[in-house]
Every structure is written in C-alpha cells, then in structure tokens.
C-alpha cells in the first residue's frame, strides 16, 4: 500500500519533519521524519532508548521540538500546547496507559466528558467495544487487569472522537493474547477512519495491521516503508519474540 505516486501527494494529517528534541542540554531526536497518512496505521518501531516514547509526546504537544516542523493537516503547529493539539483531534494513551487507578470504570469514563460528550454515550460506546467493561463498571480501575485497563484507555481515548490516535507500547505487561485482541480492535478503528501512529518495541505485535512501518535508532528514523519490508531490514532482535 506503499509508494504509489496517488499515495505521495496525500497530505499527510500528522508530520514530523527533521524534528529534534531532548531533555536539557542532550538532544534525543536528531532530525526525525515521520507522516502519518489519513485512515492509516503507522508502526514506530525500534529497540529501548531510541526516542520513539520522545516522539509522541512530541506529536501530542507534550514535549517542544527545538528544531525542525510539526504539522498538522499540513499546518506548521511548532509549539502547539497539549490541549489544543487535542482540539485538532490528537488524542495519545502514553505508555502506561493513562487510566486514574483510583476511579471507577464510569468514573474513568467521566473524566473524559471534559470535551463536551455524554458520560451515557462514552458508555454505550465502550461497553458496546468492550462488553467486560460493563461488567466492572463499578470497579476501581487499578484493580483491573492490564488488558481491562488498556480497553478502559483506549475507551476515554475514543469518547473524544479523535482524528488521530497515538498509541505507545500497547502492549507492555500484556499477554500475548490480549495484545492481539487489542490490535484487532485498533485495526477495526482504522478501518472506520481514524488515523493511528503506534511506538512498539513488539514490533511482530503490530507490523500484521501496519499500513506503513518506521524503524528508529539512536534519534533517527533509518527505514520507512512497506511493513513486509521494514520487517526484512530489522535484526531478529528487534522483532521482540
Ligand atoms: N524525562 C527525561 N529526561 C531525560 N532523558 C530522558 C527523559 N525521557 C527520556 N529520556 C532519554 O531520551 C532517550 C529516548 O527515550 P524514549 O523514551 O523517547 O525512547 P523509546 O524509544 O520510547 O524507549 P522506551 O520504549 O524505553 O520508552 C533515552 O536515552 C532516554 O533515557
């Protein structure tokens, strides 16, 4: 689904160009690229430590290039905040998932009314996608397990009606079965529109439903493509089991 020349004058909705950024004096991000083609599935792939986490946060306007361009729907937005990359439609489940252990699964939901939806839509939606949330509607979130709190996550995620969707590690602390299970729902979402940009170091997790793959090291982007072809151009170690 790579390379057409159709395919090359698609405006990308989200786009890093020769983006750097870093923590103080030490800069992480060395010049990345990165598009993320309307109703597709970009895969960020590479070992620990490389900066793919960096580059999210860099997407969602948690974290500031210090050179470089963020674009949105071909819109230079360097320094956009948080919340108004939200307002575009940006929406990120961090790594860790980003649910409040402390709150029910409907308080959960709640939270995420912020943006002007109703909690009992949010709830027919989420129990609707994930019928076992229903059933722990009272429970406290922390009390979940890992996959029950990532489907609760990707729920307040949906309820924003995002345009785009930032996943990072999916599926860390999950087992293997869930993380399908999870990417079977995230690929149906893409099927229905949204655009998903997705940091895993799993890469065999998520490479079978990627539109597009990106490999990182060291603060660069080395590979894109094909999945099949980014698949053939990782070391046996990066492919993560
Ligand atoms: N808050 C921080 N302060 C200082 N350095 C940081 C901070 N967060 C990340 N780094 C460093 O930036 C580099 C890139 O980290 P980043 O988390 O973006 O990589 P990653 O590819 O997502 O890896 P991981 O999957 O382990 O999160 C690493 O060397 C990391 O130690």
Redesign the pocket.
């Known amino acids: 689904m790579t390379g057409t020349a159709a395919e090359a004058e698609v405006v990308p909705l989200l786009e890093l160009a020769g983006v750097r950024a870093?923590?103080?004096a030490?800069e992480?991000l060395h010049g990345v690229d990165l598009a993320l083609r309307p109703g597709s599935l970009l895969a960020l792939l590479?070992?620990?430590?490389?900066?793919?986490?960096?580059?999210?946060?860099v997407c969602a306007g948690l974290h500031p290039a210090t050179g470089g361009e963020l674009r949105f729907a071909g819109r230079k937005v360097n320094g956009i905040s948080a919340q108004d990359a939200a307002k575009l439609g940006v929406c990120s489940i961090p790594?860790g998932r980003g649910v409040f252990p402390n709150l029910t699964v409907r308080e959960n939901l709640w939270a995420a009314t912020g943006t002007g939806a109703r909690l009992a839509d949010l709830e027919e939606k989420a129990y609707g996608r994930f019928p076992i949330l229903g059933k722990r509607r009272d429970q406290l979130a922390g009390s979940m397990s890992g996959g029950e709190q990532q489907m609760l996550a990707l729920s307040r995620a949906l309820g924003t009606d995002p345009a785009v969707l930032l996943l990072?590690?999916l599926s860390m602390g999950l087992a293997p079965m869930i993380v399908t299970r999870m990417y079977d729902t995230v690929a149906e979402l893409v099927e229905e529109g949204l655009s998903v940009l997705v940091?895993e170091?799993f890469a065999r997790a998520v490479l079978p439903i990627a539109d597009t793959a990106a490999l990182?090291l060291n603060?660069r982007v080395v590979a894109t493509g094909a999945p099949a072809e980014i698949e053939g151009r990782m070391a046996g170690d990066y492919l993560g089991g």
Request: charged fraction near 20%; avoid cysteine; charge should be negative.
């Open positions: 870093g923590y103080g030490i992480v590479g070992p620990n430590g490389g900066g793919k986490s960096t580059a999210m946060r790594e990072d590690e940091a170091q990182m603060g």
